[in-house]
């Protein structure tokens, strides 16, 4: 397995007035080439900052504070994405790395039809393409994406929801990357909608190998479409592994606790159980294990949390990694 | 509570001429005491239209609304306002259903001193820390002084249950209370829900687009299914969920995703329609409003609406072919 992506000790700071929030607290982790990993988190974990991150749009008052981001392209030329200049940087977006944003549906500017945004973002990479080529391409990918050709003549505004998070795929599409990003796709969406859109990206990756980096928190889509999983918590990612691994048999307290959390159509409801407490705020961070104050672990006496001051996470075997000292003790 | 042949429109305008959308067709529904009743569906089918008809914020353009048997747009005086403090709702966005410029206390109190529930702001503080150990926000008072914006969703949703509580309503109208809240937090909101139903047989009404939560918070109550605007279909959920009937209930559930990675391979069936997409709602089907997407669709389904009927064996249904679906003689037609 090639790596794409290899972030390494990324730190990402935000800037308030009542002090400084770090938002991604020293991630490290390894993207394969052609998988899909999924990023799952609660609001305010950090995974769309981890994403900003990866794409380099960070704005102040949030600022990157160290760390590497590592890209191997297909030829096989390491860069850091965090050494490059904006221009630099600019001719990698969206050819090789691309995104579609959360509430991706508000993305499209309602004044110019479907046909234009195809056009514009092409050119703007390469100003000698024809219009013909792009919308020959765009053709391909409307195809692709189970929409009729004359959506590329409407506005915006005459597009529903699925159709219109249906446009934006194809649209980070067009200059055939070989990362995309998508941040919570189906959010906001029926679960009709979702299950058309998680389709098209399974079929999509099926076809072209592309990888994808899915960020939601919305655990049953994950384990339908994803080859690994990291899980973020209070700006760390806490365990990352083979999705199988991960959801069967979860090595940290955090995660179990997730699994238990979320209820299915099919499962014993009664076996269903909540998470105590609330997600530390950021600002006043708990000491040691950030988990600690809601971990049936360390209530249980298992585990000494204000001592445990584990920032790396520890291989456990078949490729997975864990932050939990206590690891073994997760059933 | 009784719903009997309610309906609701919007007026909208397409170009020059006006329009009336059906937003709600002739509902039928009866809310026993006690009872959680969760009503699913696509947006814009008409679920928190449903809601809000329930709660006497929109008044049908015909049919009754019913509150112990009497029409609530009739009730004056006394009997009114018994109506409005046994009907409370809670709504999906926690942050807009709180005035920002006001402490939790000062919005709280208020419908309490103005029902003379409380007599004083002082008995007012006792009834909300009652009310806010219950819903898990301990300790009260270091919430009661803060402003919307410096709590969490998960909090202010726990607030908005505990404002319907305060009043000692009969039912509450739940429109989405889970789905701004974040996972590992929602389980505890449906948990306490489902607690006040049983410790204060309070009837719910949840609505959700979300069929797990519904299974979980009314694993002894009754389903409703809508579709632009009509009763689809009406059942105890548990029986709804391992016997769908109707071909659009059918599809919901096949697109539910199934978190277990073990079971992926079934999850890549097609789902059982023949388009994606929802009829534009100024532009319906003729007869049943599901059939251009349905694959059991013949030619009765496009000539007549089907009326909500009791199956043999199952519950209400609004479906010409139910019979020939449940015993399987019906086959699917996909394009």
Redesign the interface.
């Given at each position: 397995m090639k790596p794409i992506l290899k972030i390494r000790h990324l730190c990402i700071d935000y800037e308030t007035k009542r002090g400084t929030i770090r938002a991604c607290d020293d991630v490290s982790f390894t993207i394969y080439r052609g998988e899909i990993v999924g990023i799952i988190g609660?609001?305010g974990s950090g995974k769309s900052t981890l994403a900003s991150g990866i794409l380099k749009i960070i704005r102040p008052p949030g600022r990157i504070v160290s760390g590497k981001i590592l890209y191997y392209p297909s030829d096989g030329k390491c860069v850091d994405l965090l050494q490059l200049s904006v221009e630099e940087f600019a001719k990698l977006r969206w050819t090789n790395i691309t995104t579609v944003f959360q509430a991706a549906q508000n993305v499209l500017n309602p004044t110019m039809r479907i046909r234009d945004h195809f056009i514009e973002t092409a050119q703007a990479h390469d100003p000698h393409l024809s219009k013909e080529v792009i919308l020959k391409k765009a053709k391909e990918l409307f195809k692709e994406v189970r929409l009729e050709e004359r959506i590329l003549n409407c506005y915006p505004h005459q597009l529903?929801g699925?159709?219109k998070q249906r446009t934006i795929i194809a649209l980070s599409l067009l200059l055939n990357p070989d990362l995309l990003i998508l941040d919570e796709p189906t959010t906001a969406l029926?679960?009709?909608?979702?299950?058309?859109i998680?389709n098209i990206l399974r079929r999509i990756h099926e076809e072209t190998g592309i990888t994808m980096i899915f960020l939601t928190?919305?655990?049953?889509?994950?384990?339908?479409i994803v080859d690994r999983i990291a899980v973020m918590y209070c700006a760390q990612i806490v365990e990352y592994g083979k999705?199988?691994d991960v959801?069967?048999r979860p090595s940290h307290p955090y995660t179990k606790?997730?699994?238990r959390?979320?209820?299915?159509?099919?499962d014993d409801?009664s076996k269903?159980?909540?998470?105590?407490g609330?997600?530390p705020n950021l600002l006043s961070i708990p000491k040691g294990c950030r988990f600690g104050p809601r971990c049936y672990l360390a209530r249980g006496g298992l585990c000494d949390a204000e001592k445990q001051i584990q920032t790396q996470m520890i291989s456990i075997g078949n490729e997975r990694y864990s932050l939990c000292g206590c690891w073994k003790q997760v059933k | 509570m009784e719903l009997k042949n309610a309906s609701f429109s919007f007026e909208a305008s397409q170009g020059r001429e006006k329009k009336k959308i059906g937003a709600l067709v002739d509902i039928n529904l009866s809310i026993e005491e006690g009872e959680i009743i969760t009503v699913v569906g696509e947006s814009g089918c008409g679920k928190t239209t449903l809601g809000k008809l329930i709660a006497g914020i929109y008044k049908p353009a015909e049919g009754q609304v019913l509150y112990k048997g009497h029409d609530i747009w009739k009730l004056r005086g006394k009997s009114f306002k018994e109506y409005r403090l046994g009907v409370q709702m809670v709504h999906q966005d926690s942050y807009a259903a709180l005035n920002p410029n006001k402490t939790i206390f000062q919005s709280l109190s208020l419908p309490l001193r103005q029902h003379k529930i409380a007599k004083n702001s002082g008995q007012a503080a006792d009834i909300l820390f009652q009310y806010f150990n219950e819903v898990g926000l301990n300790p009260p008072e270091i919430f009661l002084e803060k402003y919307p914006h410096q709590l969490s969703g998960g909090q202010r949703q726990r607030i908005l249950l505990a404002r319907a509580l305060s009043v000692q309503p009969k039912l509450i109208v739940a429109d989405e209370p889970v789905s701004m809240v974040d996972v590992s937090l929602r389980l505890s909101l449906l948990n306490l829900m489902a607690k006040m139903n049983r410790k204060y047989r309070i009837s719910f009404v949840y609505i959700t687009h979300d069929l797990s939560t519904a299974r979980y918070i009314a694993s002894n109550g009754r389903i409703m299914v809508m579709y632009l605007g009509r009763q689809i279909a009406l059942d105890k959920i548990q029986h709804a969920i391992e016997h769908p009937v109707h071909p659009y209930f059918q599809a919901l559930i096949k697109a539910v995703p199934d978190p277990n990675p073990k079971r992926r391979s079934k999850y890549a069936p097609e789902l059982p329609l023949r388009s994606l997409d929802m009829p534009n709602l100024l532009d319906l089907p003729s007869g049943c409003k599901f059939n251009p997407r349905c694959p059991y669709c013949v030619r009765r389904c496009i000539e007549e609406e089907p009326r909500l009927r009791k199956l043999e064996g199952g519950g209400l249904i609004a479906c010409h072919r139910a019979e020939e679906i449940m015993a399987g003689t019906a086959k699917p037609q996909m394009p």
């Open positions: 609660e609001s529903s699925g159709m029926d679960v009709i909608t979702q299950w058309y998680l928190h919305d655990i049953s889509i994950i384990g339908s999705v199988e959801f069967l606790g997730l699994m959390a979320v209820p299915s159509l099919w409801t269903r159980e909540a998470i105590p609330y997600p | -």
